[in-house]
C-alpha cells in the first residue's frame, strides 16, 4: 500500500485554479521527486497535502487513511512533516528552541530530548551552534535546522521543498549528502528540487509537472535520460 | 533636589501604567499584525465597568476587580477578536486598522451618550500615606502603582518566556506561517493575545482610574503615549514598550514640574522624533530586515 496516494487534486488561490488535477504516488522507503519549471504547482501541490490551502476537489490518502484538507497539526500527529520553500526559522530564538518547536504537538519529553540528541548527531554543525540565534546563521546552516527539526517528530514521511535554493555549490553537496543519508535509514522522502539533474541521480521515481497538471513520470533514472524532459527542463 | 526624586517615583508610576498599555500594543502587533488603535479605550471601558460593580452592584473591591478583568477580557478580547479580527484580517492591515479606530470612537461616544460626559470619582486603592525615606517623602499610592505594574509585567514575561503558549506566541511573532507548519493554532493563539491584552488594560484601568478620574475621552492621551512608547521602545519588543512606557512617563512628568505643565505632552513628541530620526526601529527595536 502506497504511504501516500494524492488522486485528481485541485486547488488554487482566489479565484485562480493553479492545480487541476494531480495525481501521484509515494511508496514507503522511496525518495520521490517532483520536478517542473518555476510556477509549475509544485509548491501548490505540497500546501494543498498540508493543509494549508484548501482542497477543491480530489483527495489524499496517508497511510491509508483519508485526510483531504486535514490541519497541519493532525497531519504531523499522523507522522507528516513540511519543510517548506525558503529559508524558515524563527530567526530570533535559539536554535536548540528553533528545533524544539519542530515538536510542539508533542508534550515534553525525555525520548524527546534523546531524539534531539539524534538530530544533532546527523547534523553536528547544530549542535556546535545550538544556542545561537537561528537568525544568525548560514543559509545552509538554516537548512540543516530545518531538516533537523522536521526529523524531530520521527515522521514517516518529509515533503521537502526546494531544500538547496540559493545555497553555494559545496553546501549543495552536504544537503544531498544528508538526503542520501537520510534515504539510507529508510527514509521516506517526496521533494521538489530545482536542481532536477541531481535530484532524479538520487529518485526512485518522479513526476513531471507543467501548468499544474501531470505531464510525465517514471523512475528517476528513465526520466533523467528521457529525451523530452532532458530538452525541456533539464537544460542538457 | 528632593523632587527629583518624587518626580521620578511619580514619573515611574504613570509611566509603568503606560508601559502596561504599551505591551498590550505590542502583542497584539506581533501575533496579529493589528495596530490597535482603541488601545486607550481599551483601558477606559473597564475603569467604567470597574465604577459599575464597585457602585451599582456594590461589590467588595477584590470581587468587582476580579469581575471587570473577566468582562474586559470577554469584551474587548474574545468578541473583538471574533467580530473584528478574524473577519478583517485576511484583508490586509489596513482595513483592521481603520476598524479599530472606529472602534475607539464607538466606546468613547458610547460611554458619553450612554453613561455620563462627566468625570466619576474612582476609589484609591492604596492608602495615600506618605511614605518617608530620608529627607525624601514619596507617594505611596505611587510606589504601590509601579510594584503592581511590576508584578503584573513580570508575570507576563514569565508565561512568555517559560511557558508552551508563550513558545508560541513568541513562534506566531516571528514567522507566522512557520507557525501554522509545525502544528500551533495561529487563530486560537491570536484570541488568547486580545484577551492578555484586555486583562492587561484592565488592570492598568484600575490603576489610573484614581489618578485621572474616570472620564470618557481619557482614553485619547493614553492610547497615544501608548502608541509613542511602542514606538520609541521598538515595536518587536516587549522590553522595548517597557522602557518606552517609563520613558514617556518620566519625560511627560519632568517637563510638567521643570518646564511647562500646558505643553507636558508635547515632550514625548520630541523623543518620539528624535527616536525616529535617530533610531527608527526603537531603543531596543530588532530591524527586521529577515521578515
Ligand atoms: N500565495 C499565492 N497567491 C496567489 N498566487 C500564488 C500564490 N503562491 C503561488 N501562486 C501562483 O501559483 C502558481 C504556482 O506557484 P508555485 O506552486 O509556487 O509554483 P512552483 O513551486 O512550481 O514554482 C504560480 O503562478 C504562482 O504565481
Ligand atoms: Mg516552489
Known amino acids: 500500500m502506497a504511504l501516500l496516494e494524492v488522486h485528481d487534486l485541485h486547488a488554487g488561490y482566489g479565484k485562480m485554479e493553479i492545480l487541476h488535477g494531480i495525481t501521484l504516488k509515494v511508496e514507503p522507503g522511496q525518495i520521490v521527486s517532483i520536478i517542473g519549471p518555476n510556477g509549475a504547482g509544485k509548491s501548490t501541490v505540497f500546501k494543498s497535502i498540508f493543509g494549508l490551502l484548501p482542497v477543491r476537489q480530489g483527495r489524499v490518502l496517508f497511510a491509508g487513511e483519508e485526510v483531504t484538507n486535514r490541519s497541519p497539526e493532525a497531519l504531523l500527529r499522523q507522522g507528516m512533516t513540511f519543510v517548506p520553500q525558503g529559508r524558515n526559522v524563527f530567526p530570533l530564538m535559539t536554535v536548540e528552541e528553533n528545533l524544539l518547536l519542530g515538536a510542539y504537538i508533542r508534550k515534553r519529553s525525555p525520548e524527546l530530548l534523546e531524539e534531539v540528541q539524534r538530530v544533532y548527531e546527523t547534523f553536528p554543525i547544530l549542535r556546535e551552534k545550538r544556542t545561537a540565534r537561528a537568525g544568525d546563521l548560514s543559509g545552509g546552516q538554516q537548512q540543516m535546522l530545518e531538516m533537523g527539526r522536521s526529523l524531530l517528530l520521527q515522521p514517516k514521511l518529509i515533503l521537502l521543498d526546494e531544500p538547496t535554493l540559493g545555497l553555494a555549490p559545496l553546501v549543495f553537496k552536504e544537503i544531498f549528502r544528508i538526503i542520501e543519508g537520510l534515504r539510507q535509514r529508510g527514509q521516506t522522502i517526496l521533494m521538489v528540487e530545482q536542481n532536477a539533474a541531481k535530484a532524479l541521480e538520487i529518485s526512485d521515481y518522479a513526476y513531471v509537472l507543467e501548468l499544474g497538471k501531470n505531464r510525465y513520470e517514471g523512475s528517476g533514472e528513465a526520466i533523467r535520460n528521457d529525451e523530452r524532459v532532458k530538452r525541456l527542463y533539464l537544460g542538457r | ?291
Open chain 2, 1 to 291: 533636589m528632593t523632587d527629583v526624586f518624587q518626580l521620578l517615583v511619580a514619573g515611574l508610576s504613570i509611566g509603568s501604567i503606560y508601559a502596561m498599555a504599551a505591551i498590550g500594543f505590542v502583542l497584539l502587533w506581533q501575533t496579529s499584525n493589528t495596530i490597535n488603535f482603541a488601545q486607550g479605550e481599551f483601558v477606559v471601558l473597564p475603569a467604567f465597568v470597574m465604577v459599575l460593580f464597585l457602585t451599582v452592584f456594590r461589590f467588595p473591591f477584590a470581587a468587582a476587580f476580579v469581575a471587570t478583568v473577566i468582562v474586559s477580557t470577554l469584551l474587548l478580547g474574545l468578541l473583538v477578536k471574533k467580530v473584528l479580527v478574524e473577519r478583517l484580517l485576511k484583508m490586509g492591515v489596513l482595513p483592521l486598522v481603520i476598524a479599530t479606530i472606529g472602534l475607539s470612537m464607538l466606546i468613547r461616544y458610547s460611554l458619553q451618550q450612554f453613561w455620563t460626559p462627566l468625570a466619576l470619582p474612582f476609589p484609591a486603592i492604596f492608602s495615600r500615606q506618605p511614605i518617608r525615606v530620608g529627607g525624601v517623602i514619596f507617594s505611596s499610592e505611587e510606589v504601590m502603582n509601579v510594584l503592581s505594574a511590576a508584578i503584573v509585567i513580570g508575570t507576563l514575561q514569565l508565561l512568555i518566556r517559560r511557558t508552551k503558549l508563550g513558545w508560541a506566541m513568541q513562534a506566531v511573532a516571528q514567522n507566522r506561517d512557520l507557525a501554522s507548519v509545525l502544528g500551533i493554532n495561529v487563530s486560537r493563539l491570536v484570541g488568547v493575545t486580545f484577551m492578555l491584552n484586555a486583562a492587561l488594560t484592565a488592570v492598568a484601568a484600575v490603576l489610573i482610574a484614581p489618578v485621572y478620574l474616570v472620564k470618557y475621552d481619557i482614553g485619547i492621551g493614553i492610547g497615544l503615549k501608548a502608541f509613542y512608547a511602542a514606538i520609541i521602545g521598538g515595536f518587536n519588543q516587549i522590553r522595548g514598550a517597557l522602557l518606552g512606557g517609563l520613558l514617556v512617563g518620566l519625560v511627560e512628568t519632568y517637563s510638567a514640574a521643570y518646564i511647562s505643565n500646558q505643553f507636558r505632552d508635547a515632550f514625548a513628541l520630541v523623543i518620539l522624533i528624535g527616536v525616529l530620526l535617530l533610531k527608527p526601529e526603537g531603543l531596543l527595536g530588532i530591524k527586521e530586515e529577515w521578515a
